[in-house]
């Protein structure tokens, strides 16, 4: 499959404010150097705890923040260096789901509207147009006609998400930046939603960055995966490899930490804390403090992404899988 998108060195930075417990204008670093490509018709997932800028990742390449360094290119042109006027084609073409869709809504307005809004601005239609357009993206993602006339809050959770992806399928989109789309609804509902986002992939060919800190929903559904700590990306591979023989101590240590283990991945117990560490040095492996297999060279030099064969990639000068302490 030839890559749609290709994210080369991308780096986000920013003014710190004083609640993040710097001084205001000090530079924080959301992303540094983050690479990986995204195929036609493919799943990414994106992974990591809160904070680990999995979010901030989704808006850069969708451009709703600036990137500080490096390219996104979308079929070779790179987003990051086209204005407001020559994105407007490619906003089109990749829409953000976002985690909370009752937030994302206008609790005045009513679903018609709600969904058949971006057919104004992308494409024109006349009101008929748009609420026989509305209709039609409603039943693709399972709703009836009848709720065009409801507003979000007369919705369950799982019926409001169901109109988030109606309402990204307006454009027709070939990327769905999709921001924890199934973290706010029972188990049950998370199945429902997992499997139409399978379906509406195989039937559109869209191309899905799935943002998740669930693991089990990201091992169902992507068929790469990208760990995300501190900005950091630490491993990326095939998802199957990646869970099931993690190379990386963060990624293990995130799947020691679930309930319920991934499918094909033995339940862990908790690993013993870790003792003081030594400061690292400027430059060092962001992960060297909470590492048990932290050895002197990880305090340092942050290690380069190593290749496992099969596209995975890991960064770490010591990986493997035992299981990592931590703090």
């Known amino acids: 499959m030839s890559a749609g998108l290709c994210v080369d060195g991308l780096s986000v930075e920013y003014a710190a404010k004083r609640h993040l417990g710097a001084a205001q204008g000090r530079t924080h670093t959301a992303l540094t150097d983050i690479h990986f490509t995204l195929s036609a018709g493919e799943t990414l997932g994106v992974v990591g705890e809160s904070g680990s800028g999995k979010t901030t990742l989704g808006h850069a390449i969708l451009r709703m923040i600036p990137a500080s360094r ?3 290119l979308w079929d070779g042109v790179d987003l990051a260096t086209l204005n407001d006027r020559d994105l407007q084609p490619y906003r089109r073409q990749m829409q953000l789901v976002f985690q909370d869709p009752y937030e994302a809504m206008n609790p005045r307005m009513s679903i018609g509207p709600i969904v058949a809004e971006p057919l104004l601005f992308a494409y ?4 008929r147009g748009r609420r026989e357009r509305a209709a039609q993206l409603l039943d693709e993602v399972g709703l009836d006609e009848s709720v065009l006339g409801r507003r979000p809050r007369a919705l369950s959770g799982g019926q409001r998400q169901r109109v988030a992806l109606a309402r990204a399928l307006a454009t027709t989109p070939r990327l769905l930046v999709l921001d924890e789309p199934t973290s706010g609804l029972d188990v049950s509902l998370q199945a429902r939603i997992l499997n139409l986002l399978r379906d509406l992939q195989t039937n559109n060919g869209l191309s899905y960055l799935f943002i998740s800190h669930d693991l089990a929903a990201v091992s169902y559904i992507a068929q790469r995966t990208l760990v995300l700590f501190q900005g950091h990306v630490m491993e990326q591979g095939p998802t199957d490899a990646l869970l099931s023989r993690p190379a990386h101590p963060y990624t ?29 040095a400027p430059g060092a492996c962001v992960y060297y403090p909470w590492c048990g297999k932290a050895q002197t060279r990880c305090r340092i030099k942050a290690p380069d992404p190593t290749s496992l064969g099969s ?17």
């Not at 024109?124 to 009101?127: A, D, I, K, P």
């Open 252 to 280: 293990a240590t995130l799947l020691a930490a679930l309930p319920t283990p991934v499918p094909g991945r033995a339940p862990q117990g908790p690993a013993p804390a870790l003792g003081p560490v030594t400061d690292p």
């Open 311 to 327: 596209d995975h990639l890991v960064a770490c000068h010591y990986p493997g899988e035992e299981t990592p302490s931590v703090r």
């Open 124 to 127: 024109g239609l006349n009101r």
């Open 70 to 72: 490096g390219r996104i």
